[in-house]
T-cell receptor, first 112, second 108 residues
Framework: DAGITQSPRHKVTETGTPVTLRCHQT?????MYWYRQDPGHGLRLIHY???????DKGEVSDGYSVSRSKTEDFLLTLESATSSQTSVYFC???????????FGSGTRLTVV | KNEVEQSPQNLTAQEGEFITINCSYS?????LHWLQQHPGGGIVSLFM???GKKKHGRLIATINIQEKHSSLHITASHPRDSAVYIC??????????FGTGTLLAVQP
């Protein structure tokens, strides 16, 4: 199975502070994704990457930036966290297995 | 109109019942995915389908490409099957389009 790790698993931060979430894969899959999941909205794409230094915006990218300097790491940064960014964040990779996609365990972020 | 529609949104069943969750989509796809998420838990891929039918244990997934429709069946349902089931399609953009999910509760 493709290994994917998200860190941290939980974080509480104050409004206005920067926050970086990390997604790490143990293989060399090209596509990586960041989603947020909120009640009533389901999963929404924030940003995705199709290679090192190749990223693009998703449907809810405002207030977020990403970086991918190595194949295995995809970082999501909230430059100045707001309460509306309180959410559960999931990273995913597109694999070549029979299941297609593997999701991380999620990061529960609370902005107070 | 959403590109991926699931029904029902909520489903309550008694243990042992046969369950069907439906998914319809309106875009061209390379594959359709069924995902499972237990309350407060992570997201697990159950099936990836591009045609026909797949079976894993008590779960069966089918897809009809011509009708743009897929079904997820659970046979002999059990309380541990209680979860949100999400249909998602993979189009030409290497990005998933998600349905809104079906919340299943299986009562003992």
């Amino acid at each position: 199975d493709a290994g994917i790790t998200q860190s941290p698993r939980h974080k509480v931060t104050e409004t206005g502070t920067p926050v970086t979430l990390r997604c790490h894969q143990t293989e060399n899959h090209r596509y990586m994704y960041w989603y947020r999941q909120d009640p009533g909205h389901g999963l929404r794409l924030i940003h995705y990457s199709y290679g090192v230094k190749d990223t693009d915006k998703g449907e809810v990218s405002d207030g977020y930036s990403v970086s991918r300097s190595k194949t295995e790491d995809f970082l999501l940064t909230l430059e100045s966290a707001t309460s509306s960014q309180t959410s559960v964040y999931f990273c995913a990779i597109k694999t070549d297995t029979n299941y297609g996609y593997t999701f991380g365990s999620g990061t529960r972020l609370t902005v107070v | 109109k959403n590109e991926v529609e699931q029904s029902p949104q909520n489903l309550t069943a008694q243990e042992g019942e046969f369950i069907t969750i439906n998914c319809s989509y309106s875009v061209g796809i390379s594959a359709l995915h069924w995902l499972q998420q237990h309350p407060g838990g992570g997201i697990v891929s159950l099936f990836m389908l591009s045609s026909g039918k797949k079976k894993h244990g008590r779960l069966i997934a089918t897809i009809n490409i011509q009708e743009k429709h897929s079904s997820l069946h659970i046979t002999a349902s059990h309380p541990r099957d209680s979860a949100v089931y999400i249909c998602a399609v993979d189009g030409a953009t290497n990005k998933l389009i998600f349905g809104t999910g079906t919340l299943l509760a299986v009562q003992p």
